[in-house]
């Protein structure tokens, strides 16, 4: 009978604890943020669960809306810099941002 009591006083919260952190990590997911296009290109800026990092999927405007990206940049630590990257790099805009 201690047995029992005891498995269920040290193994029922330690389950339980390891529950709620397995589920905390395997609800993270990313946020599409916005899409649009520019030049010859299409793209999707999106973000991480916390918003502490961002990154564009880019196709090719001729690609089918289900093909995989032409390419995908990560790393960018604001959406506005990775509009301003894909502006830039991708849509050939003349921004005072872009580097000449």
């Not at 916390?50 to 995989?68: C, F, H, R, V």
């Amino acid at each position: 009978m201690k047995l029992i009591q005891i498995l269920k006083v040290a193994v029922i919260p330690v389950l339980t604890v390891f529950s709620f952190v397995s589920t905390s990590n395997t609800a993270l997911a990313d946020y599409l943020n916005s899409q649009g296009s520019g030049g010859n290109y299409r793209y999707e800026l999106w973000s991480s669960d916390d918003n502490s990092g961002y990154y564009l999927k880019i196709w090719s405007n001729e690609a089918s809306p289900t093909s995989s990206p032409y390419t995908t940049n990560r790393g960018f630590a604001s959406s506005r810099e990775a509009l301003i990257y894909f502006d830039c790099n991708y849509a050939k805009r003349s921004l005072p941002e872009c580097p000449r």
